[in-house]
Each structure stands twice: as C-alpha cells, then as structure tokens.
C-alpha cells in the first residue's frame, strides 16, 4: 500500500466519531445554542403539500392524575393522554416534547374538564398554534350493589375527558362513556313463549352482552359528574352487567332482562329519551353494538341530538366496541 493511501486512511480514521457515551458531560447554555432545529427551519424544506395540517402532537404519553369523585373523594387513575394542536401552512413542525412538558406541569392538579380549558390556552400561546386539542383516557371505578344479596364491587368504566379550543379561544368540552349492559332480543323472547304455549316445548331466549359508548358535550358553567352519566344510562337500559352476585341475584337479573328486553334499535332510542332531557348536556351521540348470540355478526346503531355544528351520526368503526 502506498504512502499516499496510508495517510488518507489515517486521516479518515482520525476524523470518525468516537462510539461512546459520555455519562459526565455537561450541557451549558452556549452549547444549547448549538443545537440543530428540525421543527423552525425554513419552510422551503417542507416535504409534500405546503398546506395545513389539522391535528398534530403525540398520542398515549401515560402518567397518574388525580380525579374528583362526586362526593370529593380524591381518586389516582392510569391516564392516557393525547395533545394534539394545529400546524398551519409554511411551518415545517412543532416541538412534539413540549406538548407533554406543558401537560406535566399540571400533573398535581386536580383534572376536571374546567382545567383541559386552562392547559389548552397554554399550548396555544406556548406552541404558537390557533387551534388545540385535549383527550384524556381512563377506567373509572364506581361500586355497584348486588340486586338482592347485599353484596358490593368495582364496576369499571372506560371515559374519557376531551377539550378542544379554537381560533377564537372558544372552548368545547366532552366526556365520552362507555356503559356495559345485557340485551335480551324481544323476537326470541316471543318466540320462546310461542313454542312453550303451542307446542310445550321448552326454550331459552338468547341476550347477549352489548356496550353503549355516550358521548356528551356538557354546557358551559355546568358539572356533570361521572356517577350522574353512568345513573342517566342505568335508567335508561336498566340491565346493567353486575360484579357481585349469588344465586338470588341471578335469577333477578334473569327477570330484569326479561322485563326489560330491547333491540339495539330501542336502546339507542332510550338512551337518546334520557339524554336529552338532562340540561347539563348540550349535544350528545350515542353508538350501541349488541354482540349477537344468534348470529356471527353483531347488531349496532348510531344516534345524535342533530344540533348544528354539533355530533353527526356518520359511519362509524364499531370494532373498538367490543366488550
């Protein structure tokens, strides 16, 4: 091998990187500055279509927050969180880590939908967006009495809390419930009478275990609490699933569903008669899937209040319904 190439070979070497972590470097203010930004560069290097984008920001950061029951009780739930605002046209992107770093510094707060209305003006003036988006997920315990025994347990609701604000600082705010219920089909119920009464036969009417996902955007200066939406639905569908049962509280929830057996079809219709009476809701839509037993496929429906602007009852994905 030449000189030549030798000495170009060593200068190669010596100009690559050292493969090492530096677990005692100090990061100062000067050396910050030098720091690359991908997000604020010129908007000659936007890739694709210049055009706005509607919602962009990160989904499923998780972290304990704090929630109010109705009697003021403090409760610690798993919460997943999604931070989303607007992008507008000539902007290559946002600082994705300052939508949770903005979040974290009300994680000790008390989190009500009031308070998405305060986060989602901070990232508007922090992240320079015009619009903002909030949505937080989690399972919401309430106790649940046995119908006759006595007994108590947990029963689990999946909720979520959304707030959106727009150019105009105009703040919307949703709660999204999901309320698990048994549904007995009317037509068998008949037709298991029918052959008992014509031909003495004995027969099973099939039910089966259906969901209803609420979603209801409560008006400005209003509470509603968690424990009054999943009374509204109860009253409503009245068969709830159960936690705790003994041998009495079977057989009363045989009779329940048997005096109050619904198609899908009828739930969404109760549920929409409940609803809208309730003057703490502004707008609402309600999705029901009946998980058949009789069939391979499952039964669903979709309902709105029909305000302008408001929900629309379009096509839906019914897969995430699914008990």
């Known amino acids: 091998m030449s000189d030549q190439v030798t000495s170009s070979l060593k200068s190669t070497s010596a100009r690559k990187p050292k493969a090492y972590y530096d677990k005692d470097f100090q990061v100062t203010d000067a050396y910050r500055q030098t720091l690359p930004d991908m997000q604020n560069c010129d908007s000659s290097e936007i890739q694709g ?11 499923n950061f998780r972290l304990p927050l704090t929630y109010l029951t109705k009697a003021c009780e403090k409760r610690s739930l798993e919460t997943s969180v999604t931070g989303t605002v607007s992008l507008g046209a000539d902007a290559k992107g946002i600082n994705m880590s300052r939508i949770m770093r903005t979040f974290y510094d009300f994680k000790d707060r008390v989190f009500s939908l009031e308070l998405l209305e305060e986060i989602l003006l901070r990232y508007k003036r922090e992240i320079g967006s015009s619009r903002a988006r909030l949505k937080l997920n989690f399972n919401y315990p309430i106790v649940q009495k046995s119908l006759r025994s006595g007994l108590e347990g947990f029963q689990y609701y999946k909720v979520a809390y959304e707030g959106f604000i727009d150019d105009l600082d105009r703040y919307r705010r949703f709660i999204h419930f999901d309320f698990v219920y048994s549904s007995a089909c009317p037509c068998s ?35 509603l609490p ?69 069939h391979s496929h499952d039964a669903v429906a979709v309902i709105n209040k029909g305000l302008p602007g408001g929900f629309t009852a379009d096509t839906r994905d019914f897969h995430d319904l699914i008990c």
Do not use: W
């Not at 068969?239 to 003994?246: A, D, G, P, R, S």
């Open 189 to 223: 119920s008949e037709l298991s009478e029918h052959a008992r009464a014509e031909r003495d036969i004995y027969s099973i009417p099939h039910s089966q275990r259906s969901k209803a996902r609420v979603s209801v955007e409560v008006r400005d200066g209003s509470d």
């Open 226 to 294: 968690l424990e009054d939406l999943q009374q509204l639905c109860l009253e409503a569908l009245k068969t709830e699933t159960q936690v705790m049962v003994k041998r009495e509280d079977e057989q009363a929830f045989a009779e329940l569903n048997g005096a109050y057996v619904k198609f899908v079809e009828d739930a969404a219709r109760l549920l929409y008669e409940q609803l809208d009476a309730e003057p703490r809701i502004r707008d609402f839509q309600v999705t029901c899937a009946h998980l058949e037993s009789l």
């Open 49 to 59: 279509a210049n055009v706005p984008i509607m919602q962009v920001g990160i989904s």
